[in-house]
Nanobody
């Protein structure tokens, strides 16, 4: 099992930026890819971005493409989500998750960090 701890959330005005971090510990050798998801009040959890540990291949949802950047620091076992040009509709709890097999099933999840974007 992989333990994941997110940080970096907060309150920001529209147009501003935040950087989220996700520190991984435990069975980190089993990670294949990491993902960021978000869930707004009353909404289902949605995919935001994904990155593979080995080659750093990235994927983004259309709603954040061009504004958000996912990256990883293998030495620190940490994944980041740089969020620029934030909009009120980006307000949500953001979660990181680990996919150990590359099959897009995320077995481990963090506790989430709140991001609030004011108009």
């Amino acid at each position: 099992q992989v333990q994941l701890v997110e940080s970096g959330g907060g309150l920001v005005q529209a147009g501003g930026s935040l950087r989220l971090s996700c520190a991984a510990s435990g069975r980190t050798f089993s990670r294949y890819a990491m993902g960021w998801f978000r869930q707004a009040p009353g909404e289902e959890r949605e995919f935001v971005a994904r990155i593979t540990w080995s080659y750093g291949i990235t994927y983004y949802s259309n709603s954040v493409k061009g504004r958000f950047t996912i990256s990883r620091d293998n030495a620190k076992n940490t994944v980041y989500l740089q969020m620029n040009s934030l909009k009120p509709e980006d307000t949500a709890v953001y979660y990181c998750a680990a996919d150990s097999d590359g099959n897009y099933v995320y077995e481990s999840w963090g506790q989430g960090t709140q991001v609030t974007v004011s108009a």
